[in-house]
């Protein structure tokens, strides 16, 4: 799991599928141990191959991280991220974590040992993950090596079932979907589930992108069922879901944040995760969808003057009255020709994602007013100063706490796109 810029880096790096690792003993299921195997140098790009790597490349890199309405954190990492500090990454509120394990049928993580053992002593709960290539040999084959190379599972309350990252072809591969066909896409998933199934008697979950989903097998739903979803996704929302699965058990935010390698949250309290560990867990439909509202040339309003704060935070100098005139139009096209988007001067949601600013408790400026004239519109009665006082955030925890969102105080990608829409 990595951030954009190093999965560039780690793209540039040539290689082929590696044949020649020295592999580990067997994971044991009952101690959820895994000798580390001797990795040679040509594993450089299987270290970069991971859950969400393909995502990374193809996803417009936010302005600012997703803020996420969920309290329960996790990350997942592979061998790029290297030996994790997992104490401090457990003292910043992480509470599970997977850890990249296998790759196709001939690479083992070299950093799997401590990732995935150090995580279970830090009082994470934790499980392994397996990046396929369907093309390599077969969904059986693929879940046996998974098993035999710290995929197992185990009801111990602390190890998650394996996971199953299906997505887009690793850096060197241009075919996204590997050459196959959706049937026969559909057909290996089917058989690494039925050994993964036939070894652990746990369903894996799911990593995918529904983008991918879509492409590659066709929108298939038999997996649905039975697969927990981990899905995929940087904008900012889950949605929309592949077909069948009403609901994520596991979201990836985004490649890089608070802990090392990608961010995740766990749909559901912590009794929840702790249910999920040992056996069947069925999460709870997700809050709805909440989208951000296009703002644009003619409307008048509190989002027109919301749009003109942002605006002169990021340097124009409009007079927030309100009115999405000409002179608003013109700085809205040379904000979105600065930040490479589409210059229709319609802000729609790519555009709010990259005006919005992160503010808090001592911040200052054009964003604060914006912050503090949203939440008058809620019922607030601040003075609209532009200085973020405890008044502000105060005004700010209350209503985040009124909208289901994490009370920190700050004003973050969710809390903006909740006032706003």
């Not at 140098?41 to 969920?70: C, I, K, N, W």
Request: glycine share 10%; hydrophobic share 40%; net charge negative.
């Amino acid at each position: 799991m990595s951030a954009l810029a190093r999965l560039v880096a780690a793209a540039a790096v040539g290689g082929t599928a590696l044949l020649g690792i020295a592999l580990p003993q067997a994971a044991h299921a009952a101690t959820g141990r895994a000798t580390s195997p001797v990795v040679s140098p040509d594993a450089q790009q299987e270290e970069g191959d991971h859950a969400g790597s393909g995502l990374a490349a193809r996803t417009l890199a936010p302005s600012v991280s997703p803020a996420v309405a969920a309290s329960l954190k996790g990350l997942d990492v592979s061998g790029y991220q290297g030996n994790v500090n997992w104490a401090s990454v457990a003292a910043n509120g992480a509470s599970f974590a997977y850890v990249k394990a296998t790759e196709s049928n001939n690479y083992v993580s070299g950093y799997f040992s401590q990732q995935y053992n150090g995580s279970a002593s830090a009082g994470l709960i934790r499980g392994a993950y397996h990046f396929a290539h369907p093309n390599a040999s077969s969904g059986t084959n693929q879940a046996d090596y998974f098993v035999d190379h710290g995929g197992a599972w185990t009801a111990d309350g602390k190890t998650l079932p394996g996971a199953l990252d299906i997505e887009y072809a690793p850096a060197g591969n241009t075919n996204t979907c590997y050459g196959i066909s959706q049937s026969a896409m559909v057909a290996w998933i089917t058989a690494f589930n039925a050994e993964y199934v036939a070894r652990t008697g746990r369903y894996p979950a799911i990593y995918s992108t529904t983008d991918w989903w879509k492409t590659c097998t066709g929108n298939y739903s038999g997996f649905a069922a039975t697969n927990p979803l981990w899905i995929a996704n940087y904008t900012g929302t889950y949605s929309p879901l592949p077909n069948g699965w009403s609901a994520y058990t596991v979201w990836q935010t985004a490649d890089s944040g608070t802990f090392p390698g990608d961010q995740d949250v766990f749909n559901g309290s912590l009794a929840d995760l702790k249910t999920f560990a040992l056996g069947n867990y069925t999460p709870p439909p997700p809050p709805p969808v909440l989208t951000w509202p296009l703002v644009q040339q003619g409307q008048t309003g509190r989002r027109v003057t919301t749009v003109q704060y942002l605006l002169n935070a990021h340097g124009a100098k409009l007079d927030p009255d309100g009115d999405f005139g000409p002179a608003t139009k013109t700085a809205v096209v040379s904000f979105q020709s600065s930040n490479h988007l589409e210059t229709d001067g319609i802000v729609g949601a790519n555009t709010w994602q990259a005006l919005v600013v992160t503010v808090q408790q001592g911040s200052t400026g054009p964003a604060v007013n914006a912050v503090q004239a949203e939440l008058n519109a809620h019922g607030a009665a601040l003075t609209v100063n532009g200085t973020f006082d405890a008044a502000t955030s105060a005004a700010v925890k209350t209503y985040q706490t009124s909208k289901g969102l994490d009370p920190d105080g700050v004003v973050g990608t969710l809390t903006w796109q909740s006032l706003v829409s």
